[in-house]
T-cell receptor, first 121, second 111 residues
Framework: DAGITQSPRHKVTETGTPVTLRCHQT?????MYWYRQDPGHGLRLIHY???????DKGEVSDGYSVSRSKTEDFLLTLESATSSQTSVYFC????????????????????FGEGSRLTVL | ELKVEQNPLFLSMQEGKNYTIYCNYS?????LYWYRQDPGKSLESLFV?????AVKQEGRLMASLDTKARLSTLHITAAVHDLSATYFC???????????FGTGTRLKVLA
């Protein structure tokens, strides 16, 4: 399994408080992603990173910020959590297509963490 | 902006039957991925389709890609209960490594 760790795995917080979710990888993959999953919406991309300090917005980036100061860590921050941000958050990683890796040539597929369930009351 | 649509959203089928899940996308891309998710779990990769006409098979599942039609299919042959899960397709937005997912197809196979 790809070495991806999300923390915390579960969190309950109150409206207006800041929240940071952490994604840590041991695969040295270039690309990292944050998705949220909600019933009826599938997975929606929040932000992604294509290298250290290089990030871009996804489909639903409002209310979220990210940072990547090291290859292995990608942080997702909710500056002031709202009830609409109650969700399951998944981190994922990928590598460039065709790049040789420990498991052979990379196919660009995503590898996912176990998810972080956030409840905002 | 890339849009990815899956249908059906829900599928209830009897064991032993065949069915197809469709994934349509709105912009040019030749990289499409299928994932499976069991309830309360994370997503795992099923198929990687990297060119027009690509076909991959694993057990009772077969995936194909038609980049000209912007369509991928996931065909289920002689369904069994263990295939009950939610299936997602994901498309790379024009080689940017920005992956957009469909809304998923929740499959329930009845014994």
């Amino acid at each position: 399994d790809a070495g991806i760790t999300q923390s915390p795995r579960h969190k309950v917080t109150e409206t207006g408080t800041p929240v940071t979710l952490r994604c840590h990888q041991t695969e040295n993959h270039r690309y990292m992603y944050w998705y949220r999953q909600d019933p009826g919406h599938g997975l929606r991309l929040i932000h992604y990173s294509y290298g250290v300090k290089d990030t871009d917005k996804g489909e639903v980036s409002d209310g979220y910020s990210v940072s990547r100061s090291k290859t292995e860590d990608f942080l997702l921050t909710l500056e002031s959590a709202t009830s609409s941000q109650t969700s399951v958050y998944f981190c994922a990683i990928s590598e460039r297509l065709g790049l040789a890796g420990a498991r052979g040539s990379n196919t660009g597929e995503l590898f996912f963490g176990e998810g972080s369930r956030l409840t905002v009351l | 902006e890339l849009k990815v649509e899956q249908n059906p959203l829900f599928l209830s089928m009897q064991e032993g039957k065949n069915y197809t899940i469709y994934c349509n996308y709105s912009t040019t891309s030749d990289r499409l991925y299928w994932y499976r998710q069991d309830p309360g779990k994370s997503l795992e990769s099923l198929f990687v389709l990297l060119s027009n006409g690509a076909v991959k098979q694993e057990g009772r599942l077969m995936a194909s890609l038609d980049t000209k039609a912007r369509l991928s299919t996931l065909h289920i042959t002689a369904a069994v209960h263990d295939l009950s899960a939610t299936y997602f397709c994901a498309v790379d937005a024009s080689g940017t490594y920005k992956y957009i997912f469909g809304t998923g197809t929740r499959l329930k196979v009845l014994a």
